[in-house]
C-alpha cells in the first residue's frame, strides 16, 4: 500500500505523477500531477489511493472527486495533461508521454522543484527535478493520486468519443484491443482518434488499401 515515505524525504512539496493510455489503440495519453500539501487526508483517501489498475471504475470515480474535493480545500493541488493521437504518431508514445507529463505539471497551479515519476524512465526537459518509482503508484500517495486522476479522467474522454463512434466500444475498453473494438475496426474501418502507429492499426489500413 502506498504511504508518504518517500514524499518525507523532500523538505518541500512534490508532485506525483503518472499517466494512463501507453497501451491503447485510440485515444490521446493522459498524465496527472497531483501535489499533496497537507498529508492529514481525510481517511477515505488515506485507506483508498492505490495502483489505479487495482480499484474498481466505482471507487476510482470515487476517489477522483474526492481528490478535487481536497484541492478545494487548498490541502492538495492536481493538473492534468494530455497528448492527442497526432502527436502519439508523430513522435512515438513514449515521447507523448513525456508531453503529457510536462502539461500536467505546467497545469498545476502550484508548481514544485521535484517530482515523483511512475515508471524507470525520465521524462525528456522535464521543468523540476524527477525521481523515478517503479511501480510508483503502490508505493507513493501522491503517485497514487495521479494514476487515479489520469484513469479517471482518460476513461470519461473515452466515455465521451464512444457518443461520436458507438462502434468499438470506447466506453467499456478504453480503447484497449478487445474483441467488441476489432469488430468494430473490421466493420466500420480506422477513424481519426486511431492510433495509425500501432501494428494493429496498421494492418488494418493496410488491409482497407488492399
Known amino acids: 500500500m ?3 515515505e518517500l514524499e518525507k524525504t523532500y523538505s518541500f512539496p512534490v508532485a506525483g505523477i503518472d499517466e494512463a493510455g501507453r497501451g491503447p ?3 490521446p495519453v493522459v498524465a496527472g500531477a497531483v501535489v499533496i500539501k497537507d ?3 481525510d ?5 483508498g489511493l492505490n495502483d ?3 480499484l474498481t471504475a466505482a471507487k476510482r470515480e470515487a476517489l477522483y472527486e474526492r481528490l478535487f474535493e481536497a484541492q478545494e480545500q487548498g490541502k492538495l493541488c492536481i493538473g492534468i495533461g494530455q497528448a492527442s493521437v497526432e502527436e502519439i504518431d508523430r513522435y512515438n508514445i513514449l515521447q507523448a508521454t513525456f508531453m503529457a507529463m510536462r502539461r500536467a505539471y505546467e ?3 502550484e508548481k514544485p522543484l521535484a517530482a515523483l515519476v511512475d515508471g524507470n524512465r525520465t521524462p525528456k526537459d522535464f521543468p523540476c527535478a524527477c525521481q523515478t518509482v ?3 503508484d503502490g508505493k507513493s500517495y501522491s503517485v497514487a493520486a495521479a494514476s487515479i486522476v489520469a484513469k479517471v479522467y482518460r476513461d470519461r474522454l473515452m466515455a465521451d468519443l464512444a457518443q461520436q463512434y458507438p462502434y468499438y466500444g470506447f466506453e467499456k475498453n478504453a480503447g484497449y484491443g478487445t474483441k467488441l473494438h476489432i ?3 473490421k466493420k466500420y474501418g480506422v477513424i481519426a482518434e486511431h492510433r495509425k502507429s500501432y501494428r494493429p492499426i496498421k494492418e488494418f489500413l493496410l488491409a482497407d488499401a488492399g
Do not use: E, T
Not at 43 to 47: E, P, R, T, V
Open 2 to 4: 502506498p504511504d508518504f
Open 25 to 27: 489503440w485510440a485515444g
Open 39 to 41: 498529508q492529514n487526508l
Open 43 to 47: 481517511d477515505f483517501l488515506l485507506a
Open 52 to 54: 489505479s489498475k487495482k
Open 107 to 109: 497545469a498545476l497551479a
Open 134 to 136: 517503479v511501480k510508483g
Open 183 to 185: 469488430d468494430g475496426l
